[in-house]
């Protein structure tokens, strides 16, 4: 099993920043695409950001010039870098990952995993 834990949400002004961390943790083979994305109150989840292993990312329209998504594979770690924050960049911030779990006796399985969430709010 393959856990992920959030952290860096809260409360900021219009303008203001944050930086979400992401780890995770247990029988990890390989991860091979970390992402964040979020959920507003009556939305569906959307795609905020993902990053690969070799560091090729890939964006939101909605978030690109103000978003910096990197990862740290040694510590198996995402992080989201949030700047000039709106207040419609309030949301539910999800972590995930993609890849492979060490599975006693047989091949890394396949697996993806959330996190637990963690609430962003930005205040006008």
């Known amino acids: 099993q393959v856990q992920l834990v959030e952290s860096g949400g809260g409360l900021v002004q219009a303008g203001g920043s944050l930086r979400l961390s992401c780890a995770a943790s247990?029988?990890?083979?390989?991860?091979?695409?970390m992402g964040w994305y979020r959920q507003a109150p009556g939305k569906q989840r959307e795609l905020v950001a993902t990053?690969?292993?070799?560091?090729?990312?890939d964006y939101a329209d909605s978030v690109k010039g103000r978003f910096t998504i990197s990862r740290d594979n040694a510590k198996n770690t995402v992080y989201l870098q949030m700047n000039s924050l709106k207040p419609e960049d309030s949301a539910v911030y999800y972590c995930?990952?993609?890849?492979?779990?060490?599975?006693?006796?047989?091949?890394?399985?396949?697996?993806?995993?959330w996190g637990q969430g963690t609430q962003v709010t930005v205040s006008s």
């Open positions: 990053i690969t292993t070799g560091g090729n990312t």
């Open positions: 995930n990952a993609d890849g492979y779990a060490i599975v006693p006796m047989t091949a890394p399985r396949h697996f993806q995993s």
């Open positions: 247990g029988s990890i083979f390989s991860i091979n695409v």
